[in-house]
């Protein structure tokens, strides 16, 4: 399935979770990711997002540079980078803005997450309504 950047809805339309982009990328991530690929010269290379259990909420978010779409992954292109998804993942970050921070404590890219309820102090892991996950402890 292949997603692309929606626009903006009007203040007073409501929009079901279908309806949303399932993730964006901000123009500090974009950039981000078009320095880390500047010298791959395969044009399929991209950011794989992924949601596994573990972390003190239940669940952790994990990212790595990837070239392969495989069967199950949605591919979502936006602001010029693609965003690979597996199927599972997806149904927990729908609508989730893909951040580059770079602070005193650390640099690194963040997911904005509208499904979380909860998320652990160390800022690494989440939990959403539709599951609690299994709580554990943070590593980092």
């Known amino acids: 399935m292949l997603t692309t950047d929606q626009p903006q809805t009007m203040p007073d ?3 079901r979770p279908e309806d949303q982009p399932l993730v964006v990328v901000t123009e500090a991530a974009a950039g981000r990711l078009h320095d880390l690929t500047a010298q791959e010269a395969n044009p399929a290379i991209g950011l794989r997002v992924y949601v596994y259990s573990g972390g003190c909420s239940g669940f952790r978010y994990g990212m790595a540079l990837d ?6 992954d949605m591919l979502v292109e936006s602001r010029g980078v693609k965003v690979y998804v597996d199927g599972m993942t997806a149904k927990y970050i729908r609508g989730s803005e893909i951040d580059y921070v770079d602070t005193l404590m650390g640099a690194g890219f963040t997911v904005n997450n509208p499904n979380a309820v909860a998320a652990c102090g ?3 892991s989440f939990r ?13």
């Open 13 to 15: 339309i409501q929009t």
């Open 67 to 72: 070239d392969q779409l495989t069967p199950e």
């Open 128 to 140: 959403t309504a539709e599951s609690a996950g299994q709580a554990g402890a943070c590593h980092h």
């Open 122 to 124: 160390c800022g690494s």
